[in-house]
């Protein structure tokens, strides 16, 4: 594996592997990996012949009182991590690189609507210093495919509707959240909690759990179910910032009887921020799932 940290070295190495016509894939990452970010990287070679990873802490998602500074950078580390994953290429590269003009004179690429709720709208300007991030990324890469975890299911759908409304071409994969044996979904972030907290956290994604149960057995009522999910964060001893169902397509917030469904919460323990979502595929009411039309005319 080669590290680089100039979009000149990137773009390059990609413009050998087109002449060879192989595909590119990309993973995205703000480094300090863990395993659910190497699980991108070994998707990423199902997906491609090489496999670029970026590492960038980009500060245009961080609000003026988040953890920018403290964010935790671990390059060399993950560089040998890289190497054993099978990646091609680390693209390193230093602010000045990604924002020639600062941090104030960059042009910026905006999803609206999708970017103001939930994350949102507890962290605003946040999906938009990812969207141009992002997009920044993709002209520099010209990836056939980049892929991102689902613990951040609602970047992962701004992300696709950044694509699909800027006519990128590019495929969008989603990998399944990797997690830890209590339960708890993995982030660079975990790493800020005390031992005391470690304990606790877990009782994110278990909240999550009971809730997709009530939904599995037939519950309707929504905010009752966000309600009682809410009772278990908190007494688990974390502070929810939100707990939502919604539907899974577009976040959008779901009618009576809607079966594809993403139950979405985030919650403070300490000084983390810590965020989750479960999946939910409501059964049809009868149990008889509708026939698939045929196609046929």
Known sequence: MQTVSTIAEVRARVARWREAAERVA????????HDGHIALVRQAR???????VSIFVNPLQFGPNEDFSAYPRTPEQDAERLAEAGADLL???????????????????EVPGISEILCGASRPGHFRGVATVVTKLFNIVGPDVALFGEKDFQQLLVIRRLVAD????????????????????????????S???RASAPGLYRALQEGAARLLAGEQVYREVEEAMAHSIVVAGLQPDYVTIRRRED?????MGERDLVILAAARLGRTRLIDNLAV????????????PSGDN
């Open 91 to 109: 693209f390193l590269p230093q602010e000045q690189e990604i924002y020639p003009h600062g941090r104030q004179g960059t042009t910026i690429v």
């Open 251 to 255: 976040l959008a917030e779901p009618a």
């Open 46 to 52: 199902s997906h491609a012949d090489r496999v670029v």
């Open 195 to 197: 031992s005391a907290e």
């Open 281 to 292: 595929t409501v059964p049809s009411p009868s149990g008889i799932e509708p026939p698939v």
């Open 26 to 33: 990309l993973v995205p990452t703000m480094g300090n990996l």
């Open 166 to 193: 800027l006519n990128l071409p590019l495929a969008i994969r989603g990998v399944p959240i990797v997690r830890e044996a209590d339960g708890l979904a993995m982030s660079s972030r975990n790493g800020y909690l």
